[in-house]
């Protein structure tokens, strides 16, 4: 008998290893539920008698081989703690607990999650001291524990995460010094102290960090010389309200007397090194958090308080005032959804109605942390007054983003590129749209040139083009979020290289009435009209038209360009050489014109009429010469007009053709595609 158990047990283990290791990492998740939610509000479909790698457990991904790897319950309203359970789940990469009301400790067994690459703590309420053993996890990237009210000293332990890039402690009770070690870690390049309860000075060593470009030190007791060396960082220092401080060749620092300079020969607390730190404002969403009470500043050094409480007390009974009221609005917005009556990170909304939703597991973007300062249409400059109205209108309220894309959850998740990632919505009057969301170093430096192009993507209005809805910039988030209408029959590459069983055929007529549609969308982008000046596409493809339900085709991305870098847009022209879409004249001119996205769409009618993602030789010379079984998709079965083929297949050949001189406008291409199902010939 005991050795049929134990064959049996075999045979499991053999058909479904996963039933094996999974149960102790079950367990772990029954752990963390009951500690996370223990009233089992949110995380009822965390069940014993599930598999969390089926799908079934909200906000669980997996890896490929089984393991939980992923927990994203940003914005949940959950209100427990954080259970050491957490490092039972030992495979865990990312770890997305931010925008909930947890409390307590962080417990110091998370330092077991060897392989975590993401730590999102942030807005929560959380206490007790940063545990040291966080200095082990050695392949941490991220680590978020702002908007909490976390005491004690910065561990020194920090200084041995060498893949961390994003260091994020603003906003909680943290006391000390700054340790010099944080200068060792050669990834850092955002690191923000801003308004907790730091003194003493800065480390020299910190500015040597190679790859550093947002330092926040602003609102703490911080003292002595500042580093010219930090220079470096321009907008990216944020120092100010730290009276302590001085300084040569920074706007808002006095000059050093020698009493500043006394300490710069002592040895700092956390190593060696003198002062200076940096910030870009990351970020601005919580405004300006409370100042330290009398009982929360206890822990300082009463020699240092001594020589600082009489410059710094009227400053800090008006902080005092503005704090309670900003960060408790903003503690209201992010941990509950707020009423669209409240201006969220800058981005106005036309939407008075509010109504709470069921949130779902999201995953939070890469990069959540930018500069504050980054909102062009914050104070509407460089715009006339009708500038004005027509951008307000088109305005939304990041809380409107958030909850449409259930905190940009990856079940909402269409599409992920280099410079942005797009996601399907609801907004509050229950249309479904997709949100582009963009980060800001993508987007051009210059405030002016920005609105320019988005005055020009909000202009664009025509029956095949993809029509914008709104945006929202958010300060906080560094980001821009375009709304345009959801197209719901994805896009031109799911009808290409088609097998039999994945998706519809395209009948004869519904093709040539997309390549009708596409035409007429480039056409109303290259014609010039007085408030409409002619735009070049620059990356048309099939993966930019997009299907509706009628089969009507719409392009996607028109005049996106004119907001991204130069950089951007050239790392996108890979794809699009790759696919065959690049006119040949852009190697030697580098500019894109009308006649090249001319030559795109020439490219496009072949893989339309060959029903094919590749145009290779044999499609382009059958279409040469005639011979239509070369060019023309066998899933037809010969249901097509040769006559159409045969002019669809020399407009294509005229718009590819080498020389952009003899390539024809898109207008004369839609003139002649009007005729298409009435003569025999061009």
């Known amino acids: 008998m005991g050795f049929t158990v134990f064959l049996f047990t075999i045979l499991i283990f053999i058909t479904n290893p996963r039933w094996v290791y999974g149960n102790a990492e079950l367990g772990a998740l029954m752990d963390i539920k009951a500690s996370l939610d223990p009233e089992n509000l949110y995380l009822s479909s965390w069940a014993i008698n599930r598999d969390p790698c089926d799908g079934s457990f909200e906000g669980i991904a997996c890896n490929e081989l089984g393991h939980v790897a992923n927990i994203s319950l940003q914005g ?56 040291p053993e966080i200095g082990s996890m050695a392949n941490l990237q991220v680590l978020q524990l702002c908007y909490n009210q976390l005491t004690g000293s910065i561990p020194t332990q920090l200084g041995s995460l060498k893949k961390l890039s994003v260091l ?15 200068g060792d870690v050669e990834m850092l390049m955002r690191l923000d102290l801003s308004f907790n309860h730091l003194f003493g000075s800065i480390p020299t060593k910190l500015a040597d960090a190679p790859l550093l470009e947002v330092l926040d030190i602003r609102n703490n007791s911080l003292s002595g010389s500042v580093p010219i060396a930090l220079k470096k960082l321009n907008e990216g220092f944020g120092y100010e309200n730290n009276l302590g401080l001085c300084g040569v060749g920074f706007e808002a620092l006095k000059p050093c007397n020698s009493s500043d300079h006394v300490n710069r020969n002592r040895p700092e607390p956390y190593g060696t090194g003198s002062t200076g730190m940096s910030t870009r404002d990351i970020p601005e969403t919580a405004n300006v958090k409370l100042p330290c009470s009398q009982t929360g ?24 005032a503005i704090g309670i009221l900003s960060f408790t609005q903003y503690r209201r917005r992010k941990q509950k959804l707020a009423t669209s009556f409240d201006i969220a990170d800058g981005c106005l909304s036309t939407d008075h109605q509010a109504k709470r939703i069921n949130r779902k597991n999201g995953s939070p973007l890469i990069s959540l942390e930018y500069t504050s300062g980054w909102d062009p249409l914050a104070d509407g400059r460089n715009l006339s007054a009708f500038a004005q109205e027509v951008f307000h209108s088109f305005r939304f309220n990041l809380d409107e983003v958030e909850t449409a894309t259930h905190y940009f959850s990856e079940v909402n998740l269409l599409g992920k590129s280099n410079f942005s990632a797009t996601y399907k919505g609801i907004l509050r009057d229950g249309s479904v749209v997709a949100i582009k969301g963009i980060g800001k170093t993508c987007c051009k430096s210059e405030d002016a040139e920005f609105l320019k192009g988005l005055n020009m993507l909000t202009s664009l209005r025509h029956e095949n083009l993809v029509r914008l809805r709104g945006f929202c910039c958010s300060r906080g988030r560094g980001e821009c979020f375009l709304i345009y209408d959801f197209v719901p029959n994805g896009n031109l590459l799911k009808y290409l290289d088609v097998k039999d069983g994945d998706v519809e055929v395209l009948e004869w007529s519904t093709r040539v009435s997309i390549i009708k549609g596409i035409a007429k969308g480039v056409a109303f982008l290259h014609s010039y009209k007085p408030n409409k000046p002619a735009l070049v596409h620059q990356n048309i493809s099939a993966e930019k038209v997009l299907i509706d339900q009628r089969f009507n085709p719409l392009l996607s991305d028109s005049g996106l360009h004119k907001l991204l870098t130069n950089d951007v847009v050239f790392s996108a022209l890979k794809a699009t050489a790759a696919m065959g879409y690049l006119a040949p004249e852009y190697t030697t001119t580098g500019r894109f014109t009308e006649k090249s996205d001319v030559y795109a769409f020439g490219v496009l009618v ?12 044999s499609i382009r010379l059958g279409a040469e010469s005639g011979r239509f079984q070369d060019f023309i998709d066998p899933n037809l079965h010969g249901r097509f007009f040769e006559y159409e083929a045969a002019k669809l297949a020399k407009i294509a050949l005229l718009c590819t053709d080498e020389s952009p001189i003899e390539r024809p406008s898109i207008e004369s291409v839609v003139q002649e595609l009007s005729t298409c199902s009435s003569c025999l010939s061009l």
Do not use: F, M
Request: aromatic share 4%.
């Open 297 to 320: 500043c206890s822990t300082v050094s009463k020699s240092h308080q001594a020589s600082v409480v009489v410059g710094t007390i009227s400053v800090s009974l008006a902080l005092l």
């Open 606 to 617: 072949l893989q339309i009429l060959a029903g094919k993602r590749k145009v290779t030789s």
């Open 168 to 182: 994020a402690l603003q906003s909680n009770l943290l006391t000390g010094a700054i340790p010099a070690s944080l």
């Open 76 to 131: 949940k309203g959950l209100s427990g703690k954080l259970s050491p359970a957490i490092a039972g789940l030992k495979y865990l990469t990312g770890l997305y607990l931010h925008y909930n009301s947890l409390y307590g400790d962080i417990p110091k067994e998370i330092s077991n999650l060897s392989d975590l690459n993401d730590l999102y703590l942030n807005v929560n309420n959380l206490s007790g001291e940063i545990p």
